[in-house]
């Protein structure tokens, strides 16, 4: 209980100890770092993983609201188990890799919620649509084997907001609107 109690309540001050007095770059270490996304198919449920995602995070111990995100994710990296889904999801219809590769969030601003919970206000671009996207998160710190946090969240996201879905996959018949996204990640300071 007194290590928990440690790690909850002085790894923010242990942050704020060891970065210098400006913001301090944060990029994501691909070691242990996942984003998924949940969905279903009739009554299939279906979960994929995005990789080779890149994220910078800029954050300032002297104003930790004033955070700064940017994030990319390759969408023709996504890994899935069905072949034939993961055909679906990359076809014009649905994601159209071949105009919209990448999907990008970018945020300007946090908001401390709670001891190590934020909300950051910032924009998702899916193909050709940017929409503002609140995105609520935990950061907690880790100093085993140096010093990184850990980042993260569950999000829900309608992807007929953002054009993923055409023609026969505007339908919500047999694919719901609702995507949960995934974030469990984790950033070394550069």
């Known amino acids: 209980m007194r290590t928990l109690f440690f790690r909850s309540v002085l790894a923010p001050l242990v942050l704020l100890v060891a970065l210098p007095a400006n913001a301090a770059t944060w990029v994501l270490d691909p070691e242990g770092s996942k984003v998924t996304f949940q969905y279903n198919y009739g009554s299939d449920p279906y979960e994929g993983e995005f990789k080779n995602v890149e994220a910078v995070f800029e954050i300032d111990p002297m104003n930790p609201t004033a955070c700064n995100f940017q994030v990319s994710i390759p969408i023709n990296d996504i890994s899935l188990d069905s072949p034939e889904a993961l055909d679906y999801l990359l076809d014009y219809e649905l994601f159209d890799v071949d105009q919209w590769p990448m999907a990008t969030f970018k945020a300007e601003s946090c908001s401390l919620e709670s001891m190590n919970s934020f909300v950051s206000e910032g924009t998702l671009t899916v193909r050709d649509v940017t929409k503002p996207m609140s995105f609520p998160f ?53």
């Open 138 to 190: 935990k950061l907690d710190v880790e100093i085993d084997g140096g010093l990184r946090f850990r980042l993260t969240s569950e999000v829900t996201i309608k992807r007929l907001e953002y054009g993923v879905g055409q023609g026969y996959w505007a339908s919500t018949a047999e694919i719901p609107n609702d995507v949960i996204i995934k974030v469990d990640v984790y950033a070394k300071k550069q």
